[in-house]
């Protein structure tokens, strides 16, 4: 499931995202990122947001880290993300924890670096 996840959604065709997206989160899903609990309700809202996100790079690509590791309903996992934004090279990494409901993912919750912030 997770393999679905990072790359038909984030790596896969931004045309097909709200296709793709119904087909890998339950209608009732709940997405939360850093700040902004329930950002996400939904798969249509969740592949506006993936969609606004790579939409801010150039060649933007997933890979998987560590993980996925599962345990019950819970997976987890560790990526990396590399691209290009305003011209220039970025890779940053997140962690997901997603959990399951059947054979979908109904909540998710992200930590991940901001790859446009300035380096110190």
Excluded: K
């Amino acid at each position: 499931m997770y393999d679905r996840w990072l790359h038909e959604l984030w790596n896969g065709e931004l045309g097909e995202l709200e296709r793709l997206a119904r087909g890998v989160v339950t209608e009732d899903f709940v997405g939360n990122w850093p700040g902004r609990p329930a950002l996400v309700r939904g798969p249509d809202q969740l592949a506006a947001v993936i969609r606004q996100g790579r939409e801010m790079f150039d060649e933007l690509a997933f890979e998987v880290e560590v993980g996925p590791v599962a345990d019950g309903d819970l997976v987890a996992a560790r990526w990396l993300a590399r691209g290009s934004h305003a011209g220039e090279p970025v890779e940053f990494r997140g962690h997901d924890l997603l959990r399951r409901a059947g054979d979908a993912f109904a909540e998710y919750w992200v930590i991940a670096e901001d790859p446009t912030a300035p380096a110190s």
